[in-house]
């Protein structure tokens, strides 16, 4: 694709969080390289707008208790749509699938690490954690997969940006957490000890390790800007695992995991759980496609997810209000 030419000023906006300041940094460092835009005038030419979201400022509760993935949303969705910046950058598992009216979705550049890390003070597997050990997380999801795992675990709430849940690790408040690989990675924590846990036993969260770009509908010139990184390969898997989501009605208040993998002949695989907050209860499915597109992972996303939804029956619905 050409390069675009035009002396072009895009107000990328952001959360104000360590990481997502740094996951919009790399990303517009790509953006910049396919503009040509040399490194002295990437701050003015492509300016980060630091905004703080609802989501940032609760730190007592679970954003489950508080209004789930909108949180992280609403106020950069406010500044696209009244014109203070032009697109948004997110962590895709942040964003609803359903985004509001005059906004779009598009496509982000190559994922990173999709996996959960298990993180120690020693680097311990989740198996070698001692009887009664707790973990520290703010997600039903990895709060689910783990009891179902390990029974006997005692998860509490830890809530924070990464360097404050690893510093609650350190001062005891926890034997372990489950972080986000991508995060520990954009971060430069990545020589933290952890161990990356299966994501097929494990399966992330929708979109997870994947950034989202959203921008104001018929904004042509930002669309064409960011088709010059976006990737292929992860718009299909990630049409899959929000379809998946969608099918299910998913949400923070939901324990929901899936991967979607496109392997190197282009055949897309996807296996996707839901699971009761307690994690007595899974319901899974999978399925393959060759040579898929984004049209045909929607599709099956949302087949296999009507399949969880069909398997768990009320108690899906019981287990997850």
């Known amino acids: 694709m050409q390069r675009l030419t035009l002396e072009l000023i895009m107000r990328i906006g952001a959360r104000g969080s360590p990481l997502s300041l740094a996951q919009t940094g790399q990303l517009r460092a790509l953006l910049a390289a396919s503009m040509g835009i040399e490194d002295d005038q990437i701050e003015a030419r492509l300016p980060i707008i630091a905004i703080t979201t609802t989501g940032d400022r609760i730190q007592d509760r679970p954003l489950s208790e508080a209004g789930g993935k909108g949180l992280f949303t609403k106020e ?55 009887q009664g050990a707790v973990i520290g997380s703010a997600s039903l999801r990895r709060a689910a997969q783990l009891l179902h795992a390990r029974p006997d ?34 971060l430069g924590y990545d020589q933290t000890p952890h161990i990356l846990l299966d994501p097929h036993i494990m399966p992330p969260a929708i979109g997870q390790g994947a950034l989202a770009i959203t921008a104001r509908t018929g904004d042509i010139t930002t669309a064409a800007a960011f088709a010059q990184i976006a990737d292929p390969i992860t718009a299909v898997e990630v049409a899959a695992e929000r ?37 007595k209860c899974r319901w899974r499915s999978d399925g393959s496609i060759k040579q898929a597109n984004v049209e045909q992972a929607e599709d099956l996303g949302r087949e296999l997810g009507l399949k969880v939804k069909a398997m768990a029956g009320y108690g899906f619905a019981g287990a997850m209000s």
Request: charged share 25%; hydrophobic share 40%.
């Open 243 to 279: 379809a998946f989501l969608t099918a299910l009605d998913g949400s923070c208040r939901t324990a929901i995991g899936a991967l979607a993998q496109v392997d190197h002949h282009g055949q897309l695989s996807f296996v996707g759980e839901a699971l009761s907050e307690d994690g």
């Open 153 to 186: 675990l005692t998860i509490v709430s830890l809530r924070g940006n990464v360097g404050t849940r690893l510093d609650k690790l350190k001062s005891g408040h926890c034997d372990a957490t489950l972080l986000a690989a991508a995060g520990l990675n954009r």
């Open 76 to 130: 950069l969705d406010d500044a696209l749509l009244d014109g203070r910046i032009d697109c948004a950058i997110h962590s895709l598992k942040d964003v609803p699938t359903q985004v509001p009216e005059g906004i779009v979705l598009l496509p982000g550049p190559k994922r990173e690490d999709r996996r959960d890390a298990l993180v120690t003070l020693t680097g311990s597997r989740l198996e070698d954690l001692k």
